[in-house]
T-cell receptor, first 112, second 114 residues
Framework: NAGVTQTPKFRVLKTGQSMTLLCAQD?????MYWYRQDPGMGLRLIHY???????AKGEVPDGYNVSRLKKQNFLLGLESAAPSQTSVYFC???????????FGQGTRLTVV | GENVEQHPSTLSVQEGDSAVIKCTYS??????FPWYKQELGKRPQLIID?????GEKKDQRIAVTLNKTAKHFSLHITETQPEDSAVYFC?????????????FGQGTTLQVKP
């Protein structure tokens, strides 16, 4: 039982490159979220999903896209990376409303 | 839009003392308030949560209080220990349309000095 797994753990991109971050969960949770964490700014919600096939924008969605084709996977895409997207990205899941959110181990992304 | 403000940003206490972290939220429809602890280089993990129908909840050395009228909630840690040193985040479920999304505060770095 792996819980919430993020791939990759570290990545360095050049400005303008694209990449996809994968979040995989084996807990059968409906809700999945992508957050970014920057010093002094806490965790900010990028996009989220309330179930397979659904996605919605969070607080800071610009420059990112997401897909939830399968219930267990939530993908975060950067089409054209910018230095402002240098951050630590966390995926989280929860089984239902108002219950604990379980976080992945994080992905440290650097855009140069 | 929805907003959660957290204070202080840093807190240093002596081992054995108490620590208090405070958060305010903007959306009066918020009804779920969790607290997460994040150790250096690790993922955030839930330590305690409270729902809007309860004013206080306690779990050993940790307690959370909620004042819905004033729209603020606080984390209280008693008899602090060096292993309590971490970043603490408050959050509020600030959406009444059943999305479950959590809005986080900016975080408080707690240092417990031996």
């Amino acid at each position: 039982n792996a819980g919430v797994t993020q791939t990759p753990k570290f990545r360095v991109l050049k400005t303008g490159q694209s990449m996809t971050l994968l979040c995989a969960q084996d807990m059968n949770h409906e809700y999945m979220y992508w957050y970014r964490q920057d010093p002094g700014m806490g965790l900010r919600l990028i996009h989220y999903s309330v179930g397979e096939g659904t996605t919605a924008k969070g607080e800071v969605p610009d420059g990112y896209n997401v897909s939830r084709l399968k219930k267990q996977n939530f993908l975060l895409g950067l089409e054209s990376a910018a230095p402002s997207q240098t951050s630590v990205y966390f995926c989280a899941t929860s089984i239902m409303l108002n219950t604990e959110a379980f976080f992945g181990q994080g992905t440290r992304l650097t855009v140069v | 839009g929805e907003n959660v403000e957290q204070h202080p940003s840093t807190l240093s206490v002596q081992e054995g003392d108490s620590a208090v972290i405070k958060c305010t939220y903007s959306d009066s429809a918020s009804n779920y308030f969790p607290w997460y602890k994040q150790e250096l280089g690790k993922r955030p993990q839930l330590i305690i949560d409270i729902r809007s129908n309860v004013g206080e909840k306690k779990d050993q050395r940790i307690a959370v209080t909620l004042n819905k009228t004033a729209k603020h909630f606080s984390l209280h840690i008693t008899e602090t220990q060096p292993e309590d040193s971490a970043v603490y985040f408050c959050a509020a479920r600030a959406d009444s349309s059943n999305t479950g999304k959590l809005i986080f505060g900016q975080g408080t770095t707690l240092q417990v000095k031996p």
